[in-house]
Nanobody, 115 residues
Framework: QVQLVESGGGLVQAGGSLRLSCAASGSTFSPNRMGWYRQAPGTKRELVAAINSGGNTNYADSVKGRFTISRDNDKNTVYLQMNSLKSEDTAVYYC?????????WGQGTQVTVSS
């Protein structure tokens, strides 16, 4: 049974920083891609950033230069460092881990940026 446990969300002022973490459990679980989606009220879930086991990354244009994704393969943990946060970054952030053909999701963590 694979579980993703997220942490690090919260309330921050515009211009501030937060770091999200997501740990995937499961003794034989070795995901290829891990990353983060987000969903604001009334909007579709969108990809924020992803990283594969080789360290290749991709980002949404709206977060490039502000967010950094990283992962610890030994710990099956992915991180999202979010700097220069804006009010439009406010959303529920969901971690995911992909081990083809399966995709697993975390429960979501709220990030609120006050202006």
């Amino acid at each position: 049974q694979v579980q993703l446990v997220e942490s690090g969300g919260g309330l921050v002022q515009a211009g501030g920083s937060l770091r999200l973490s997501c740990a995937a459990s499961g003794s034989t679980f070795s995901p290829n891609r891990m990353g983060w989606y987000r969903q604001a009220p009334g909007t579709k879930r969108e990809l924020v950033a992803a990283i594969n086991s080789g360290g290749n990354t991709n980002y949404a244009d709206s977060v490039k230069g502000r967010f950094t994704i990283s992962r610890d393969n030994d710990k099956n943990t992915v991180y999202l460092q979010m700097n220069s946060l804006k009010s439009e970054d406010t959303a529920v952030y969901y971690c995911y881990a992909e081990a083809v053909p399966f995709v697993y999701w975390g429960q979501g963590t709220q990030v609120t940026v006050s202006s």
